[in-house]
Nanobody
Framework: VQLQASGGGLVQPWGSLRLSCAAA????????IGWYRRPPGKQREFVAD???????NYSDSVKGRFTISRNNVYRTMYLQMNNLKPEDTAVYYC?????????WGQGTQVTVSS
């Protein structure tokens, strides 16, 4: 199982970024896949996830600003992040569970600062 996150960078407050997570090594269309983040000096936290049926869940801190989606043909998950705030600064990871094991991507840094 491989998960490759990309799309992070430096953005000003109220700006937008789109993260991508490319997946390989498992039946992508059947899996729930999600985003987590680790803010500086804090523990990793849940951001959002999307099921095989395209049902979505969001943490309260990002609800209404972030949108998670998936493209099963391209085996890729996305996170559209709008109205970014400095507290969104973190390393963002994609994650899935396959055969009772958790798999994490390598992370992509998002920095929100003026």
């Amino acid at each position: 199982v491989q998960l490759q996150a990309s799309g992070g960078g430096l953005v000003q407050p109220w700006g937008s970024l789109r993260l991508s997570c490319a997946a390989a090594g498992f039946n992508f269309r059947l899996n729930t896949i999600g985003w987590y983040r680790r803010p500086p000096g804090k523990q990793r936290e849940f951001v959002a996830d999307i099921t095989s049926g395209h049902s979505t869940n969001y943490s309260d801190s990002v609800k209404g600003r972030f949108t998670i989606s998936r493209n099963n043909v391209y085996r890729t998950m996305y996170l559209q992040m709008n109205n970014l705030k400095p507290e969104d600064t973190a390393v963002y990871y994609c994650k899935t569970e396959y055969e009772n094991r958790h798999y994490w991507g390598q992370g992509t840094q998002v920095t929100v600062s003026s």
